[in-house]
């Protein structure tokens, strides 16, 4: 069997099914030198799959969801705003919902991405934005990014662990809702209607805040520092 072959049996293979806890959110600048790996690897498409990975996290998209979207289902209302019309697949609630990316605190660099992908091309209204028309070659091409030490719990020995994370598609969603709260002050009805759930019980198992979020809220930056020096090591 030649290579050819075998990644395509890799790329249809059933994906396992996640056992293990989904990883604290890692920084934005941290995920967008990861989205820079995927720019400069020797993926066939790599500059689409980097701004698909920009599109997943800005929108907080599942992977079905964000394949599907088509140039008329983005609004350009002036260089500083885009609103995307995603159809959302599992909420009867909010079967669309309109959500917006702007230039704003950590979004900017990658606004910016999307924006010189959609400069670079000239789509036809109903052309997909994306190349990728299986979700499956997204989870086999991105689970080659390998992010070094991410903190997650194990369950079995119940303690805070630091972890190698192979990429996932959904971690993006799981890492664009924590930062909504932690970063842009999103409450639980906000998060609900962005992410297209019917209730807000998903944010329990969704939004992945660390302790650091949390005194950040609470104290000024220079006294955080101090604080984790003393007691939390750095």
């Given at each position: 069997?030649?290579?050819?072959?075998?990644n395509?049996?890799?790329e249809?293979?059933?994906?396992?099914v996640r056992?293990k806890?989904?990883?604290?959110?890692?920084?934005p600048?941290?995920?967008?030198?990861?989205?820079?790996?995927?720019?400069?690897?020797?993926?066939?498409?790599?500059?689409?799959?980097?701004?698909?990975?920009s599109?997943?996290?800005?929108?907080?998209?599942?992977?079905?969801?964000?394949?599907?979207?088509?140039?008329?289902?983005?609004?350009?209302?002036?260089?500083?705003?885009?609103?995307?019309?995603?159809?959302?697949?599992?909420?009867?609630?909010?079967?669309?919902?309109?959500?917006?990316?702007a230039?704003?605190?950590?979004?900017?660099?990658?606004?910016?991405?999307?924006?010189?992908?959609?400069?670079?091309?000239?789509?036809?209204?109903?052309?997909?934005l994306f190349?990728?028309?299986?979700?499956?070659?997204?989870?086999?091409?991105?689970?080659?990014?390998?992010?070094?030490?991410?903190?997650?719990?194990?369950?079995n020995k119940?303690?805070?662990?630091?972890?190698?994370?192979?990429?996932?598609?959904?971690?993006?969603r799981?890492?664009?809702?924590?930062?909504?709260?932690?970063?842009?002050?999103?409450?639980?009805?906000?998060?609900?209607?962005?992410?297209g759930?019917?209730?807000?019980?998903p944010?329990?198992?969704?939004?992945k805040?660390s302790?650091?979020?949390?005194?950040?809220?609470?104290?000024q930056?220079?006294?955080?520092?101090?604080?984790?020096?003393?007691?939390?090591?750095?």
């Amino acid at each position: 069997m030649n290579e050819k072959e075998n990644n395509t049996e890799l790329e249809n293979r059933p994906l396992p099914v996640r056992v293990k806890p989904i990883p604290m959110a890692i920084d934005p600048d941290k995920l967008l030198k990861e989205i820079n790996k995927i720019n400069k690897s020797d993926y066939r498409n790599r500059w689409d799959l980097a701004v698909f990975t920009s599109f997943m996290y800005l929108t907080g998209a599942r992977v079905t969801e964000a394949i599907n979207v088509k140039r008329k289902h983005l609004e350009i209302r002036n260089n500083n705003l885009f609103v995307v019309n995603l159809k959302t697949l599992k909420s009867r609630v909010y079967p669309i919902r309109q959500l917006p990316i702007a230039p704003v605190k950590t979004d900017k660099p990658f606004f910016e991405i999307l924006s010189t992908y959609l400069e670079e091309n000239s789509f036809q209204e109903d052309d997909f934005l994306f190349p990728f028309q299986s979700r499956f070659k997204v989870f086999y091409r991105l689970r080659k990014i390998m992010i070094p030490k991410l903190l997650q719990l194990d369950p079995n020995k119940k303690a805070w662990i630091e972890e190698d994370f192979h990429l996932h598609p959904h971690y993006l969603r799981h890492c664009r809702l924590s930062h909504l709260a932690s970063i842009f002050d999103f409450n639980e009805i906000q998060l609900m209607k962005f992410a297209g759930w019917s209730s807000t019980k998903p944010t329990i198992f969704y939004i992945k805040l660390s302790y650091s979020d949390i005194l950040k809220k609470m104290i000024q930056p220079s006294v955080v520092s101090e604080y984790f020096e003393q007691f939390l090591g750095g």
